[in-house]
């Protein structure tokens, strides 16, 4: 079964840094999309950096010059660098992706999450 394996979280005081990587496990070929969530205590999970096969990217404001989200398509993994870091950043991370496989000579393409990774920024 494919899943997405995710490492880097961890405590960290404010204005610290940390980087989440995210790598699939299971037989993939390649990636659509590929993204960080975040579920903050209290709140809704929301989308907070995404990139697209070519290197497009996307940030929520509250994140923009802090966090760079960057991939390898030769691993097809994802990476997210965040800096800077705020207490209001604490929060479960979700590293999300759009995997291919192949399946009977044809490449398909599925939605994976990843299992969460902790991030607690203190004051």
């Known amino acids: 079964q494919v899943q997405l394996v995710e490492s880097g979280g961890g405590e960290v005081q404010a204005g610290g840094s940390l980087r989440l990587s995210c790598v699939p496990s299971?037989?993939?070929?390649?990636?659509?999309?590929m993204g960080w969530y975040r579920q903050r205590p209290g709140k809704e999970r929301e989308l907070v950096a995404s990139?697209?096969?070519?290197?497009?990217?996307k940030y929520t404001n509250s994140v923009k010059g802090r966090f760079t989200i960057s991939r390898d398509n030769s691993k097809i993994s994802v990476a997210l660098l965040m800096n800077d870091l705020k207490p209001e950043d604490t929060a479960v991370y979700y590293c999300?992706?759009?995997?291919?496989?192949?399946?009977?000579?044809?490449?398909?393409?599925?939605?994976?999450w990843g299992q969460g990774t902790l991030v607690t920024v203190s004051s």
């Open positions: 299971g037989n993939i070929l390649d990636a659509n999309d």
């Open positions: 990139i697209t096969r070519d290197g497009t990217t």
């Open positions: 999300n992706a759009e995997l291919g496989s192949l399946n009977l000579d044809v490449v398909r393409y599925f939605e994976v």
